[in-house]
């Protein structure tokens, strides 16, 4: 029986492979975020020989959010959610182009320091010896991913108070923490906004400082005063089959 594959040679060739950069690696990103930008890129790659370019020369792709959920193997709603992660990254720029006409996705590369603050290789802080036993993994997660000047050590020592083993890091600045059951509640509530809403309170915590005791019921409140206003914050959801 001939065995599935071969050893590689000198003269083997490679089989087709994506563009993977190699900050992807160390970047504070989903791994489903991570695979939708390398395929992103590869799809700007072949716009560049097809030469689409808009009126100031950028390269931009048209890619129906059907079709990227099938070539990634994910839903919908898990590839909006990476969309918006590699948006609010700086990873990609999304551009509606109005009615009747295709939305535009502007893959963008990061520089050197783009790539510095994106893989945040600096600890904040140390990690405790006296935290609970039960919080010990989540924290040693936390400190790798938090820099000097995310979250201030008095900050970091509040919310790992309430931090236990199921609980998951949230946010492009690593402060906000939800558990499973809290994910899947704000899913089934907001279930198109739960993740900007986190991203909103990720920001906010990190540019005033303030601290919160649940952080899914911040989300809550801050998503009900907006109904009662009849505000909303900006609204990336298509019907599937539309471009992103």
């Known amino acids: 029986m001939k065995p599935i ?5 000198k003269d083997s060739k490679l089989l087709p492979y994506l563009p993977y950069p190699r900050f992807l690696l160390d970047v504070d990103l989903t791994q489903t975020a991570k695979v939708l930008y390398a395929v992103l890129l590869d799809r700007a790659n072949l716009s560049r020989a097809n030469g689409w370019t808009d009126e100031d020369g950028n390269i931009y792709i048209v890619f129906p959010l059907s079709k990227i959920a ?17 948006e609010t990254a700086g990873l990609i720029e999304r551009r509606r182009c109005g009615n009747g006409m295709p939305n535009r996705i502007y893959v963008k590369q990061p520089d050197s320091q783009d790539i510095d603050r994106l893989m945040d290789k600096k600890l904040a802080v140390k990690r405790p010896e006296n935290w609970p036993a039960d919080s010990q993994k989540v924290g040693r997660q936390i400190a790798r991913k938090l820099a000097p000047n995310k979250i201030g050590s008095s900050n ?23 558990s499973d059951t809290e994910i899947a509640e704000l899913q089934a509530e907001l279930p198109d906004l739960w993740q900007q809403y986190v991203e909103k309170l990720s920001e906010y915590m990190a540019s005033t400082g303030k601290t919160y005791q649940n952080h899914a019921a911040t989300i809550r409140r801050w998503a009900a005063e907006d109904r009662r206003k009849g505000k909303s914050i900006p609204d990336y959801t298509y019907e599937e089959g539309d471009s992103l």
């Open 70 to 86: 099938d070539l990634v193997d994910k839903g919908p709603s898990t590839v909006k959610n990476a969309l918006n992660e590699l």
């Open 5 to 9: 594959a071969d050893y590689m040679k």
């Open 156 to 178: 970091l020592k509040n919310n790992l108070s309430r931090v236990s083993e199921s609980a998951h890091v949230q946010g492009r600045y690593q402060n906000v923490f939800l």
